[in-house]
């Protein structure tokens, strides 16, 4: 068995098998320590330049505290891991070596299988967005990606959106036409060796 | 000379066109040749780790077998494209069974990963393959007066590789330095800029780029340099957006170490892409550039 996780959403668990337990088989493939061996000494917290910008809901060591308590709703719908930057800042500085930006990664990917995340999220959809994208491509294309946040935005951040697409247009600097790799059907057939699910458009 | 395969990733073909521009010719002027992969596909950014991380890590494992058959090291300009290969090389290395996975759907394309290339950050070529002194030795316009703030972002450092030290890190101030300019030192040079955050959680950060911004002019710096294309468009194509939402009044140029290095090296600012930003750069740098040139130093 390969430790890597893939696109099937997990198996439903044993009833014996807790959240935290659930949580610490996500993170098999991250050389971290579990999370059961955090100390809940706020480091990660306070080096996080999100969290204590006040932007999560809940800061990285209360998720953590969460998830050991087994508040399996409240963890699943908060915004922490969607709005984690994957800076790395906490897994450098954890003094018991876990990999809270890994967490925050399985717990993308968790969400994104039962499709239950927090209501509102840009994070979902982009990625999403993105991953058909590149399956059809191979390359990413800045301006289809930007439909799929645009809608989110009020009028006033939509024309600050504009504004930067036409100053970068004008300098040349923003793609007309999606660019694709050469051996596109290739790049296909071997993609579907991973997602053995037809076709993946 | 010795010759890279040279992954630019996505950024670099338009929004950091730039970026490619300036490392071609740096390189080329400091003896090192970067061969780009004939069929490159996206590293999958940090989104494709959101869905599913197999597929990830083959997206990353083709460009890399891309570089085996050509028996060279990879080398990637972005700093997240480089954290995603080097971290999937070390996932399919250390996993037998997820190599024999993916090395099945390589097929397809008739590729293989073995694990012969190494993965490089282009920032590693000039720091530690080329060198400070070697740089040095090649500058004919020392960019003397001219305050630089090297920001490293964070995924060139992090995660850690090994049991180097990724609190105090020298390399891009000494870069900084063998161009004659002199190296700012600031609190934030290590910090997030954002990244991907700007498209799904915009007000964040806008948050994250106006404390950068801020600790670097505060810090006295004439102008910033990254060493990855979204650090690059945070810091730079945003600013108007921080000022306008925030009430700041930020103007601070912000170029790519590849750049600054040409401009030493006496290349024509124009043949490193200088001019396709949205912050100015030439009234920064123009006195730099007036000073006499030196002869090239021995
Ligand atoms: S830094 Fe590590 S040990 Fe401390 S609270 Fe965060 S996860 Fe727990
Ligand atoms: S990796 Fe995520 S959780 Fe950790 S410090 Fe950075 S933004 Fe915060």
């Known amino acids: ?201 | 000379m010795k010759t890279y395969a040279y992954f630019p990733g996505c950024s670099l073909e338009k929004m950091a066109y730039s970026y490619h521009q300036s490392a071609i010719e740096t390189t080329r002027a400091l003896g090192v040749e970067l061969k780009e992969l004939e069929d490159w596909n996206c590293c999958g950014a940090t989104a494709y780790f959101h869905v599913d991380e197999l597929l990830a890590f083959t997206l990353c494992a083709r460009n890399i077998a891309m570089a085996e058959k050509e028996q060279l090291d990879l080398v990637a300009p972005c700093s997240g494209c480089y954290k995603n290969a080097y971290f999937a090389r070390e996932a399919l290395l250390h996993d037998p069974d997820l190599a024999e996975h993916i090395n099945e759907a390589l097929a397809e394309d008739n590729l293989q990963f073995a694990g012969t290339s190494k993965i490089h950050h282009l920032i590693e070529i000039f720091a530690f393959d080329i060198g400070p002194d070697a740089i040095k030795a090649k500058v004919t316009n020392p960019l003397k007066g001219l305050r630089v703030a090297p920001y490293y972002g964070c995924q060139i450092l992090r995660p850690r590789k090994g049991k180097e030290d990724v609190e105090r890190p020298r390399f891009f101030e000494d870069i900084v330095a063998a161009t004659g300019a002199t190296p700012v030192e600031y609190l934030l040079r290590l910090r997030c800029c954002g990244g991907a955050l700007i498209i799904t959680n915009r007000m964040a950060a806008l948050s994250m780029v106006r404390n950068l911004l801020e600790c670097a002019v505060r810090a006295r710096a004439d102008l910033i340099v990254t060493a990855c294309p979204l650090c690059q468009v945070n810091l730079e194509c945003y600013q108007k957006q921080v000022n306008r939402e925030f009430g700041t009044e930020l103007n601070v140029p912000v170029i790519y170490f590849t750049q600054l290095l040409g401009l030493a090296l006496g290349i024509p600012p124009k043949r490193l892409g200088i001019g396709s930003e949205l912050v100015a750069v030439m009234p920064a740098i123009e006195q730099a550039l007036r000073t006499e040139p030196a002869p090239a130093a021995t």
């Open chain 1, 1 to 201: 068995m390969s430790a890597v996780t893939s696109a099937q959403p997990p198996k439903e668990v044993d009833a014996g098998v807790s959240f935290v337990e659930e949580i610490n088989h996500l993170l098999y493939a991250a050389k971290g320590n579990p999370i059961n061996t955090c100390i809940q000494c706020g480091t990660c917290s306070a080096t996080c330049p999100v969290a204590s910008a006040g932007y999560m809901d809940n800061s990285p060591r209360r998720l953590i505290a969460m998830i050991r308590a087994g508040f399996k709703e409240q963890v699943l719908k908060a915004n922490t891991f969607w709005y984690c930057a994957s800076c790395y800042q906490c897994t450098v500085r954890c003094p018991r070596g876990i990999d809270i930006a890994e967490l925050m990664y399985g717990l993308k990917r968790y969400t994104v299988w039962r499709s239950e995340y927090q209501e509102g999220l840009i994070g979902p959809s982009f990625s999403e967005t993105f991953v058909k994208m590149i399956v059809r491509t191979g390359r990413s294309y800045e301006p289809v990606l930007a439909t799929s946040y645009l809608f989110t935005y009020g009028l006033p951040e939509i024309i600050q959106e504009a504004q930067t697409a036409t100053a970068l247009m004008l300098k040349g600097r923003l793609p007309l036409l999606p660019a694709r790799i050469k051996r596109l059907d290739n790049f296909r057939r071997m993609i579907r060796k991973i997602i053995p699910l037809g076709e993946p458009e």
